[in-house]
């Protein structure tokens, strides 16, 4: 799907209801926007959603401290910002 839009005064542009709909994008909600290879790209605030569910059952109330991986803090937040790796 492709449409023109118009950038108003202060920088904003509406997304076509068909474009939030198609992408289940409700009022409220967070966008990301990006520049890649000199294209906007907007994507649903929820695309890290996926990386919380694959972390599902990894910790229980059993599991000990010293059973739990190391994690850089770091190496977290490149996760977090740039997508998990495939």
């Known amino acids: ?9 202060k920088g904003r542009v ?3 209801k068909e474009i939030r709909e198609q992408l289940g994008i409700e009022p409220g909600e967070s ?3 990006t520049v890649d ?3 906007v790209v907007i994507r649903h605030g929820r695309h890290h959603e996926g990386s919380f ?4 059952g990894c910790l ?11 994690m850089d803090p ?3 937040k490149d996760d977090w910002t740039n997508g998990l790796p495939e």
């Open 1 to 9: 799907m492709s449409t023109e839009r118009r950038v108003d005064p």
């Open 14 to 16: 509406t997304l076509p």
């Open 31 to 33: 966008v990301e926007i």
């Open 37 to 39: 290879d000199g294209q």
């Open 53 to 56: 569910r694959s972390l599902r």
């Open 60 to 70: 229980t109330a059993d599991t000990k401290r010293e059973e739990a991986p190391e």
């Open 74 to 76: 770091l190496a977290l």
